[in-house]
């Protein structure tokens, strides 16, 4: 059983937060996925190029760096230099939904998540880290909740930032998101076999972080969230 822990889910499920509580409680390293697919979505937008055009996307992958450090806070470098802030703007989570649909783009990336996920005991999140970046994890979890749910959660988010949106608008993101998702050819999101699906409309993040916790201890037997 290898001691790593993964989790996967939609867009707006609460991963990120989840998985970062989860590596904070045991002392694992975290590893962010979805950050390396926003480096190079990012590498994307600064080259001018549609991340959607796999001809275009393709030499900018070969010349491209991303290094990821696996710590809380994570950081992120891009050919060198850092952009860990960079990363988090719309037009960068957009361009990143795009730019994961190529093959060659999840293959590359997927190599390097191995490779750090391999060194030690790690917590990863993404959409197809159960299936296809560690099948063999020791615990996989699938957290899920309604589109509903999650464009209410982003929508907190949203406002938190100082930023107003429509909450319809949220919504037909999220399901244009989830389509690109579910329906890809290259490792498409779906629970992997023997994944624990985590059903959480209505929870808190705690109630989820909690809940996660509960499911690690059972599996092996360790660590503790207050």
Sequence with gaps: ????IT??????????????????????????????YRAMALAATQAGIDPSNGEEVLPVLERTDIELYPTLPVRIKLN?????????????????????VHGFVRRKLVELQQELGRKQPSVLEGRDTGTVVFPNAGLKIFLDASVEERAARRLRDYRKAGKEIALEKIVEELRIRDQRDRTRKESPLVPADDAVILMTDGMSLCEQIDKVMMIVRERFGIGDHS
């Design 7 to 36: 989790i996967d889910g939609p867009a707006g499920v609460g991963k990120s937060t989840t998985a970062k509580g989860v590596a904070e409680a045991l002392q694992w390293q975290y590893i962010d996925t979805g950050a390396m």
């Design 80 to 100: 060198g230099s850092e952009v860990t802030k960079e990363i988090r703007s719309a037009e960068v989570s957009e361009a990143s939904s795009k730019i994961s």
């Design 1 to 4: 059983m290898e001691k790593v």
